[in-house]
């Protein structure tokens, strides 16, 4: 059983940064897709950005393409989502999720979540 557990949301102002980390335990040694997804308030889940554990290979939003970098600390099983030049369409709660393949922006291609974190940006 995987588990995720997030960190380093929290409230910072238009242009500033944050960085979102996931710890993971529970591999099995296989590859994932690891992927940060976001839900607003009244708003449906999406995907921000994922990657294959095991090749690396990253996919991201259009909204945050250039702004947000996903990459990963294998030796420590951690997930990283760099989030820059924040705006306050970014305010969000945050999930990490893993799962085994498939579309990397659909909520039904992984199997595990974390509790999730809040990024709050202010103009």
């Known amino acids: 059983q995987v588990q995720l557990v997030e960190s380093g949301g929290g409230s910072v102002l238009a242009g500033g940064s944050l960085r979102l980390s996931c710890a993971a335990s529970?591999?099995?040694?296989?590859?994932?897709?690891m992927g940060w997804f976001r839900q607003a308030p009244g708003k449906e889940r999406e995907g921000v950005a994922a990657i294959y554990t095991g090749g690396g290979s990253q996919y991201y939003a259009e909204s945050v393409k250039g702004r947000f970098t996903i990459s990963q600390e294998k030796a420590k099983n951690l997930l990283y989502l760099q989030m820059n030049s924040l705006k306050p369409e970014d305010t969000a709660m945050y999930y990490c999720?893993?799962?085994?393949?498939?579309?990397?922006?659909?909520?039904?291609?992984?199997?595990?979540w974390g509790q999730g974190t809040q990024v709050t940006v202010s103009s």
């Open positions: 999720a893993a799962g085994y393949g498939g579309s990397w922006n659909l909520a039904t291609s992984f199997a595990y």
């Open positions: 529970g591999y099995t040694g296989r590859s994932y897709l």
